[in-house]
């Protein structure tokens, strides 16, 4: 039997020998594609290619490119599991020819892998080819029908014609697209599936797809030709990997058996003769689960509240979820990482080499998931059983609300759960309510900029573009505009962008941001308000109008002091970021930074807040390296050497074959293509100001450096020298010791304050006792009390029931402008009567639009609405009487 790495290395091999170059698999996040949450697809890396905005040094490529599909058009969620051909993560085997060879060579290489190299029986394959679309205006593709029967010799009855929905190929709702052409094979018992063909059948599947891109889907639904023809090819290696080790499950092969096995040991499960509904399924979706969240997080994801953050903790959580179907209460996930490092980490070294930072955030993850989980399954039963005993199917939106508001359900894990009740739930209502979180529009926002529909740039000269000289120098004195162009931003305004044959003006990149300054034409001065780079790099100008002559020379010039302040701040973000590895530990990898000219941002990977005593070792640290003048040499070298030397790369960036690095002394070593300063003396003082959590795993430190540096030194002297006036220190040196006086002196009048209060409440207790409410045989105390605490009123309520013998006593306060109660019930009553404080408490609390609860004889609640607290306290003597009734 043929093992997936055998596979996998085959594919590759064969079209290597035919002159393809074997590229690596994009990253999962995307990169320099806002229009995907993820990479879906093996031709997304060259998206900008078949746009014909971007090139590559090769004309034939193949790759096996890891691939997400969890929302969108190719949403593949809810089959997981439950299908054995669907999955979240999946890696797809694929052929490029861009403007090289074009249908022929496309079929007449995939009927010989298949059947040559792999032997996959003749009879058993079927073609489909495009049928054609009136509606577009395209015709049937029958140069493929005709090529199927002429390069190959598969039977012609074999060969399919289906319409746009089967047989046109689209990445999304606009973007390059063409005709296809797929390959199905027949895995009946007596080969009798032709008719099954695209019927959904799991007998005939699909195993690859041959894309013959040609058109470019615009925003308002028409195609137009693009510039050049290209062949772009799908092969799910999952499934071919079935077929060829004979299994009707995916997740039968050598690719998920290792991780089946894992989880039954942990679980203590048997896959093979476990219930197909509370161990299979729940096995498989763990099984592609993990491999999704593994590779995404290795990649640069992390689970978050927005964007693809928050598609990371839907999966995690859906996860989790059916990890607890298996029995599992406590963390599992993390252990799985280590099966996918040694599996595949040979083919995706990413995994191996973040397989720490991969297992601490998915721990993390599961960890506060954890803690509410089982109340949201404790709820979802309640509510189910609600509906059940009422004889409605529907869940309403506010309880799947509430249900990922509260316990961070989403909504597809509600879905889940009804639907294994044999309910639905009130979707359009949910999304209704989403809405009003404005927070949550934004993720959807920062995802839709059409590409399809690229502003066409005004050739000005002709020659190439964008050389960088701003390494050397802060001014190019003779540049030529090579193109110009104007975009409108979301408020309709111009936005308007330059191109230059060179230029010093550094563009936003790994954290720093793009330099201004001006563009001098002639007497006219033109503003560069930022300046950032394209798709395929160039380096694009935006700038406050369009010069009046284009074609005359330009005098570029960076604003100096704004660049050396900016070149001081990243300097410092390198140094900081080898003080946190120092003294945090080498887990510590950079998630993310803005280096700007007044301030440094600086993301990176810890699980827990830095405490303050390693917050000044680590800004004392940065600060020795300044003082020592430590030079920094940049210098050009190929990627392998500058590994070898141990140059840390920043993550989610992309390389050439010849990269620069930055080394400070013996301290620091980065890969990096922004600007620094030439001794680290120059960074001047360096003051952290701030540290926080910026993710689920991911912790941000702010920071200031040279003038800026400077400034909160003074305005910290200045605030000491004001405070030890105020407190009447002669001395700033006296401060502390004057403070330690006027708080001591502060706790000891409140100790007073408070013994008063207590007194005086607990000399309103008679009166308290005199209004008590008798009703059958026992006194109900329910009262407002001003100007307490609510360890006081636990005191008073304490001090009431020992005085009542038998009865019930609701104190009610304002404090801190809500609501407060605290609620006693004597213990005859607990027990013979079943009168509850934790049932009372949460009856009044919610009238004053609040909740509560405690154990039988003491609990406290609290509300919103303070107006309402006398008709809260009215409301316990009914509540008392329908006990005793009942």
């Not at 799985?336 to 080499?353: C, H, K, Q, S």
């Not at 199917?393 to 639907?419: H, K, M, S, W």
Request: aromatic content about 8%; charged content about 30%; glycine content about 10%.
């Amino acid at each position: 039997m043929r093992t997936s790495r055998a596979i996998r290395s085959e594919f590759l091999r064969f079209f290597e020998e035919r002159g393809h170059t074997i590229v690596p698999s994009a990253p999962l996040i995307p990169q320099n594609d806002p229009t995907l949450l993820f990479t879906n697809a093996g031709m997304n890396q060259f998206k900008d290619v078949f746009l014909g905005i971007g090139t590559r040094p090769y004309k034939r490529a193949a790759d096996t490119q890891k691939c997400v599909r969890v929302s969108g058009k190719h949403n593949d969620l809810e089959e997981v599991g439950y299908s054995h051909h669907h999955h979240t993560f999946f890696e797809m085997l694929g052929n490029w020819s861009f403007g090289d060879y074009f249908k022929k060579e496309a079929i007449a290489w995939a009927w010989e892998l298949l059947t040559e190299v792999w032997g996959l029986p003749k009879d058993r394959l079927y073609a489909t080819v495009f049928a054609g679309d009136e509606e577009d205006g395209v015709p049937p593709d029958e140069e493929a029908a005709e090529l199927w029967t002429s390069v190959t010799d598969m039977d012609p009855s074999h060969i399919l014609r289906f319409g746009k929905k089967d047989n046109f190929w689209e990445m999304g709702e606009t973007g390059p697209c063409g005709p296809c052409s797929e390959i199905h094979i027949d895995l009946t018992p007596d080969g009798s599936g032709g008719k099954l063909v695209n019927a959904g059948s799991p007998e005939v599947v699909e195993v690859w797809n041959l894309v013959f891109i040609q058109f470019n889907r615009r925003s308002d639904g028409k195609l137009e030709p693009l510039p050049a023809h290209h062949v772009d090819t799908g092969m799910g290696f999952e499934r071919i990997t079935a077929v060829l080790q004979g299994k009707r499950s995916n997740y039968d092969t050598d690719i998920f058996t290792p991780l089946i096995q894992r989880i039954e040991e942990l679980s203590g499960t048997d896959y093979e003769t476990g219930d197909e509904r509370s161990v299979r399924v729940p096995t498989r979706v763990i099984a592609d689960h993990i491999r999704m969240l593994a590779f995404t997080i290795a990649d640069g994801g992390l689970p978050g509240n927005e964007g693809r953050g928050y598609v990371i903790r839907r999966i995690l959580r859906r996860a989790v979820r059916y990890g607890r179907v298996l029995g599992f209460t406590d963390p599992f996930l993390f252990q799985l990482v280590p099966v996918l490092v040694e599996t595949m980490g040979d083919v995706f070294p990413e995994i191996a080499e973040r397989q720490e930072h991969v297992q601490r955030v998915i721990r993390a993850e599961e960890e506060s998931f954890g803690r509410t989980l089982d109340r949201g399954l404790e709820l979802f039963e309640e509510i189910a059983g609600r509906l059940e005993a009422s004889g409605e199917r529907t869940v309403p939106g506010e309880e799947a609300f509430r249900l990922y508001d509260t316990y961070g359900f989403p909504l597809d894990l509600t879905q889940l759960l009804a639907r294994e009740r044999g309910m639905t739930v009130d979707q359009e209502r949910f999304e209704e309510l989403m809405e009003q979180q404005r927070e949550r529009a934004r993720a959807a926002q920062r995802f839709q900029l059409d590409l399809s529909e690229v502003a066409r740039w005004q050739t000005v000269s002709e020659g190439p573009d964008s050389e960088f000289t701003g390494y050397e120098s802060l001014e190019e004195p003779e540049a030529q505009i090579r193109r110009a162009r104007v975009l409108r931003d979301a408020q309709g305004n111009p936005v308007y962008q330059l191109v230059l044959d060179r230029t010093p003006f550094y563009a936003e990149s790994g954290g720093q941001i793009g330099d201004q300054g001006t563009l001098e034409i002639g007497e006219e001065v033109v503003r560069v308000l930022d300046t950032q780079k394209d798709e395929d790099g160039t380096i694009v100008h935006i700038v406050d109008r369009l010069p009046e002559d284009l074609t005359a020379p330009v005098r570029a010039r960076v604003d100096a002091d704004r660049r050396r302040a900016t070149m001081r701040a990243h300097s410092a973000t390198h140094l900081l970021h080898a003080a946190l590895r120092k003294f945090l530990g080498d887990h510590v990898t950079q998630a993310g930074s803005l280096v700007a000219p007044d301030r440094l941002r600086f993301d990176f990977t810890h699980y827990e807040a830095v405490p303050q005593s390693a917050l000044e070792e680590i800004e004392a640290f940065v600060n020795e390296q300044v003082l020592a003048n430590l030079p920094v040499v940049v210098e050009w070298m190929p990627l392998d050497e500058a590994k070898r030397r141990g140059a840390m790369a920043l993550f989610g960036e992309k390389y050439g074959e010849i990269v620069r690095t930055v080394q400070m002394g013996e301290v620091s070593l980065e890969l990096c293509g922004g600007t620094h300063v030439s001794g680290t003396a120059e960074v001047g003082p360096f003051r952290l100001l701030r540290e926080g959590s910026s993710a689920s795993g991911v912790r941000r430190v702010e920071a200031v450096t040279g003038w800026g540096a400077y400034e909160t030194i003074r305005e910290a002297e200045r605030t000491l020298r004001e405070a030890a006036s105020v407190v009447g220190a002669r001395q700033r040196e006296e401060l502390i010791e004057r403070l330690e006086r006027l708080l001591a002196e502060l706790k000891s009048l409140e100790r007073e304050t408070a013994e008063l209060r207590r007194r005086a409440a607990m000399a309103s207790l008679d009166r308290y006792l005199s209004e008590a409410t008798a009703l059958n045989g026992l006194r109900i105390v329910a009262a407002s009390v001003e100007g307490v605490e609510r360890e006081e009123l636990i005191a008073m309520v304490d001090a009431l029931k020992q005085r009542l013998g038998s009865g019930v006593v609701v104190l009610g306060s304002v404090i801190g402008q809500k609501p407060a109660f605290v609620v006693g019930v004597t213990p005859d009553l607990v027990r013979e009567k079943g009168i509850r404080a934790g049932d009372l408490a949460k009856h009044v609390a919610s009238i004053t639009g609040g909740g509560g609860g405690g154990r039988p004889e003491l609990a406290q609640a609290g509300g919103r609405d303070p107006s309402k607290l006398r008709e809260a306290l009215d409301a316990v003597v009914p509540f008392v009487r329908q006990k005793l009734n009942a």
